[in-house]
T-cell receptor
Framework: DARVTQTPRDKVTEMGQEVTMRCQPILGHNTVFWYRQTMMQGLELLAY????????DSGMPKDRFSAEMPDATLATLKIQPSEPRDSAVYFC????????????FGPGTRLTVL | AQSVTQPDIHITVSEGASLELRCNYS??????LFWYVQSPGQGLQLLLK??????LVQGIKGFEAEFKRSQSSFNLRKPSVHWSDAAEYFC????????????FGKGTKLSVKP
């Protein structure tokens, strides 16, 4: 049963620290999405990639967030430096990227910045 | 601008009762429409989707949704709710130009009374 995996599942850190979240998309999927979910804002798209190239990262605060795909099996989302307002659940999703295509979500990383 | 509205933030129904969750969208082109479900502590899972053909779509777990173009709606229904259906439900929309990107509604939390 193919699924998207994310690590770590939970992360507690202090303000100012660097945080790296990792995602392994489903094998064969060429599109990867990063979302952030909070009670106040709901589900927000941060960035997405097609064939490892960034297509849109307009939802991401550029000064502290960065997203990359070092290879087809790994996507990373990094926050440096982290701030308490970054506390949220971060989801990765993957898919084939066509219109109407299903996005398959990972279990999420719950980030708490103290 | 494209948007998805889920008017109900929280709905409570009794087990065995019928359910309808509302979703309205604002989209210029022919939309692709999705319903996802999120159980506590989990990622989102696809329930069903519509992009052409029969406007009544069947999904997993006994759910169905009906696309009504005249009302710009895609409401989710289930004839008899089970306690395990308690979760948060998200409506999402995409189109042919979206490259797989979706716009999600804010979600409706469903509680089920015994």
């Amino acid at each position: 049963d193919a699924r998207v995996t994310q690590t770590p599942r939970d992360k507690v850190t202090e303000m100012g620290q660097e945080v790296t979240m990792r995602c392994q998309p489903i094998l064969g999927h060429n599109t990867v999405f990063w979302y952030r979910q909070t009670m106040m804002q709901g589900l927000e798209l941060l960035a997405y990639f097609r064939n490892r190239a960034p297509l849109d990262d307009s939802g991401m605060p550029k000064d502290r967030f960065s997203a990359e795909m070092p290879d087809a099996t790994l996507a990373t989302l990094k926050i440096q430096p982290s701030e308490p307002r970054d506390s949220a659940v971060y989801f990765c999703a993957s898919g084939l990227g066509g219109p109407g295509d299903t996005q398959y979500f990972g279990p999420g990383t719950r980030l708490t910045v103290l | 601008a494209q948007s998805v509205t889920q008017p109900d933030i929280h709905i409570t129904v009794s087990e065995g009762a019928s359910l309808e969750l509302r979703c309205n969208y604002s989209y210029g082109a022919t939309p692709y429409l999705f319903w996802y479900v999120q159980s506590p502590g989990q990622g989102l899972q696809l329930l069903l989707k519509y992009f052409s053909g029969d406007t009544l779509v069947q999904g997993i777990k006994g759910f169905e949704a009906e696309f009504k173009r005249s009302q710009s709606s895609f409401n989710l229904r289930k004839p008899s709710v089970h306690w395990s259906d308690a979760a948060e439900y998200f409506c999402a929309v995409g189109d042919e130009g979206s490259q797989g990107n979706l716009i999600f509604g804010k979600g409706t939390k469903l509680s089920v009374k015994p």
